[in-house]
């Protein structure tokens, strides 16, 4: 089945720690994104690409990198400048950054501080 | 003023009810709409795009009120399983050339009551 998987769905950090959220997808799609949900909050926008080897800051890059590689992988790293690192992070894809289309969601990485 | 604004809820209804959310968006350069459905501690799934002339799926309707920047989402015949957060999301050109945004309501939380 053609869809985003997200790994894993549970993620611990230390204090310092560099952890990456893992983000595939099979849909042969261009534009993929993270987000970031707090509890009763809606999503902000992390980092989004357009294509291989292109990234953009979102709304709340701070403490976060990601990369591009490959068409199909956008994983994401949050760093230990990331002071409040506790939400749940998505991950979505889209056909391009200039279409009217929607953007679909894998299900999703609830990091956490230990 | 946020970029788009949904009442939070919760809107507890009763079984068989008809229940209607609105959501208002700020940038009238935006073009495209949908509505997305959130489960507890889920990811968002698309429920349906919005469109001009307005589009019914089965039990839900969506309307679009360019003139007062306005969407909608009218849910008929309520159902237990229609309990769920419905997210407001509009796509909006960025400044420069080409590139989309999606900006999302932080939700409107629906409690179906038997």
């Known amino acids: 089945d053609g869809g985003i998987t997200q790994s894993p769905k549970y993620l611990f950090r230390k204090e310092g720690q560099n952890v990456t959220l893992s983000c595939e997808q099979n849909l042969n799609h261009d534009a993929m994104y993270w987000y970031r949900q707090d509890p009763g909050q809606g999503l902000r926008l992390i980092y989004y690409?357009?294509?291989?080897?292109?990234?953009q800051k979102g709304d709340i890059a701070e403490g976060y990198s990601v990369s591009r590689e490959k068409k199909e992988s956008f994983p994401l790293t949050v760093t230990s400048a990331q002071k409040n690192p506790t939400a749940f992070y998505l991950c979505a894809s889209s056909i391009s950054l200039s279409t009217n289309q929607p953007q679909h969601f894998g299900d999703g990485t609830r990091l956490s501080i230990l | 003023r946020k970029e788009v604004e949904q009442d939070p809820g919760p809107f507890n209804v009763p079984e068989g009810a008809t229940v209607a959310f609105n959501c208002t968006y700020s940038?009238?350069?935006?073009?495209?709409f949908f509505w997305y459905r959130q489960d507890c501690r889920k990811e968002p799934k698309l429920l349906m795009s919005?469109?001009?002339s307005g589009n019914e799926d089965g039990r839900f309707t969506a309307q679009l009120n360019r003139a007062s920047q306005y969407i909608s989402l009218l849910i008929r015949d309520s159902k237990l399983s229609d309990s769920a957060t419905y997210l407001c999301v509009v796509n909006t050109p960025l400044s420069d050339t080409g590139r989309r945004a999606l900006t999302f309501g932080s939700g409107t939380r629906l409690q179906v009551q038997p």
């Open positions: 940038n009238s350069a935006s073009q495209s």
């Open positions: 690409s357009q294509i291989v080897n292109d990234f």
């Open positions: 919005v469109y001009s």
